[in-house]
């Protein structure tokens, strides 16, 4: 019989790896005061159940200050288009994250970009999409914190 999951556990877990997600099992198990079969089964759930999509590269302050250029464009479009126009997105490496957002503007997208021309040949061609009504770009001057 399966041990019932403990919500404070998993958020425990997803908190120690938010933070780094690099941390060895067997140090999140002695964190947490259990086992690191227990780290890996619940690890492993988590994985499985949806809790946990994946594991990335979060760029560093020196890889920010050679020359990568971070903004965030909101894009308005014709609703009918947007699978379609994140689609095209998807496509764009430079293109980190897209959001679904309610307000004036249908869709929130975070690009990294090695310069000014390519972040504005980058915009220039999100505006270009067919579907896209208007876009409002800002740069990225810092990130104060991230979870």
Do not use: H
């Not at 740069?139 to 979870?147: D, G, N, Y």
């Amino acid at each position: 019989m399966a041990r019932p999951t403990d919500p404070a556990k998993d958020e425990e877990l997803l908190a120690i790896l938010t933070a780094n997600a690099r941390t060895p099992l067997t140090e999140i198990a002695q964190r947490m005061g259990v086992s690191r079969a227990t780290v890996q089964a619940r690890l492993a759930r988590l994985e499985r159940d949806g809790m946990i999509a994946g594991y990335t590269v979060v760029p560093g302050r020196r890889a920010t200050e050679e020359g990568r250029l971070a903004a965030i464009v909101l894009i308005e479009l014709e609703v009918r288009r947007q699978g379609g126009i994140i689609a095209q997105l998807r496509k764009r490496p430079q293109i980190v994250s897209c959001d679904a957002t309610s307000g004036p503007f249908d869709l929130c997208v975070r690009m990294a970009c090695r310069g000014a021309a390519e972040l504005d040949d980058l915009i220039d061609w999100i505006a270009g999409l067919e579907g896209v009504r208007r876009t409002s770009s800002s740069i990225v001057l810092s990130r104060k914190f991230e979870r």
